[in-house]
């Protein structure tokens, strides 16, 4: 069975193996309670989804579709948004980008994910990171503002940004990407895949247009994202998967066919129910929990894992925006002298401790940051790939703690 680690709250607690120290919830974080038991009530009734007239069917129809409103209503979405099933925020932003309108120009940073820069059409604008939150806003801008001026100004732009990095964690400023987007009359994209697991997210506060994320990443595995936005450009695209579910109409004639409006239109053959009743069931979850206390207390632990590297001489913490910068639970770092999988792999085999190595899906990123790391530190030693721990619900000071204990013993 199963093991609970350290719950603040039942629904929230999220299961986890006696003895294995998960320090890599930024690839995916562990299973909520809230999610195992949503999905464990619903298996006896498992059944199709919008394609029987059972009352299993029936029931499995409405869960999804109720799945659909929570998960909507947690991030926010206006009443015209379409809330899409996708598998993942790969998926979510791939989707946006097969219904960008003709002739859309996306402006981006290279401090993103690759989800979040090689779904892009060519010609996008890919701006380079910043030193500090401000200079993104700043340099956006001036992109804009240059973009505007030397391109028809009909033409959509959309800014694609993400809420907190994966690779240091840090926040992107994004209500104000998103006012600079919106007065250069572009929409803006949110990839929350690293922002949601640790702070409320809400498309009409933050004033975003389109938002992505991933259930897995969220405490709900069995492989559902979504993309939360606006519907115009979603219904006036070509279906994303095209097949059973997502047409209104097919006649005899091979291209006599049409396509649904609405998710549907994007959600292709049989969907994931059982990836959205997990996500909903955590987003619930989350909804009902005090995420001030959460975060607090993730904060802190965040601090002693940071102070704890900071102590260590051999280890470097990679960053982009400056020590202090607001920053959720996520630590990329480097140990001198040390091959960073090798690393990773001891602290496995000698500690039991789950760390991710290598440069995260953000080559452009990890790579500029372990230069900047060596010119920080006036290091040589430092190896070409780097460390990343990160946090969530359920983990403890002790796990921090031997995660710090055990790179000691690596000097
Ligand atoms: C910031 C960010 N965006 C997008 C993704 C892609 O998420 P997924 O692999 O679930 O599609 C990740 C995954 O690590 C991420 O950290």
Not at 219 to 237: C, E, K, Q, S
Request: with cysteine; glycine share 8%; aromatic share 4%.
């Amino acid at each position: 069975m199963p093991a609970v680690v350290s719950p603040p709250s039942a629904a929230l607690d999220v299961l986890g193996v006696p003895g294995e120290i998960n320090l890599d919830y930024a690839a995916t974080a562990p299973c909520a309670r809230a999610a195992a038991d949503a999905v464990t009530e619903l298996l006896p009734w498992y059944a199709s989804v919008h394609r029987g007239a059972g009352a299993l069917s029936r029931r499995c129809t409405l869960a999804y579709e109720r799945a659909r409103q929570t998960i909507g209503d947690f991030f926010g979405a206006r009443a015209d948004d379409h809330v899409i099933f996708t598998r993942n925020t790969t998926d979510a932003l791939n989707l946006l980008a097969r219904s960008l309108p003709a002739g859309t120009t996306v402006v981006t940073f290279a401090g993103e994910h690759h989800a979040n820069l090689l779904p892009w059409p060519r010609g996008s604008v890919r701006l380079p990171v910043p030193s500090d939150p401000a200079g993104a806003v700043r340099d956006l801008a001036a992109a804009l503002t240059e973009l505007r001026r030397d391109s028809n100004p009909a033409l959509p732009v959309l800014v694609a940004v993400t809420g907190a990095s994966n690779v240091t964690g840090e926040l992107w400023p994004v209500a104000e990407l998103a006012r600079v987007a919106h007065r250069h009359g572009a929409r803006i994209v949110l990839d929350a895949a690293q922002l949601a697991p640790h702070a409320p997210v809400d498309v009409r506060t933050l004033g975003v247009d389109y938002l992505a994320v991933s259930g897995h990443k969220l405490y709900a595995p069995f492989g559902a994202g979504v993309l939360v936005g606006r519907a115009d450009w979603l219904d006036a695209a070509p279906p994303y998967l095209a097949g059973g579910g997502a047409t209104s109409h097919v006649g005899p004639a091979t291209h006599d066919v049409t396509w649904a409006t609405g998710p549907a239109r994007h959600e292709g053959g049989t969907p994931n129910l059982l990836g959205a009743v997990a996500l909903a069931a955590v987003c619930a979850a989350l909804t009902d929990a005090d995420r001030v206390a959460l975060a607090a207390q993730e904060q802190a632990l965040l601090a002693r894992l940071r102070a704890g590297l900071a102590a260590l001489p051999h280890v470097v913490e990679l960053r982009t925006f400056g020590p202090d910068a607001p920053r959720v639970g996520i630590v990329s770092f480097v140990v001198a002298g040390r091959d960073s999988t090798a690393v990773a792999a001891q602290l496995a085999a000698d500690h039991r401790i789950g760390v991710r190595d290598g440069l995260f899906c953000a080559h452009p990123l990890a790579r500029r940051l372990l230069g900047e790391a060596a010119t920080r530190t006036g290091r040589r030693d430092l190896p070409p790939t780097a460390l990343r721990a990160s946090i969530g619900l359920g983990s403890t000071a002790a796990q921090v703690d031997r995660l710090l204990a055990a790179l000691a013993e690596l000097a």
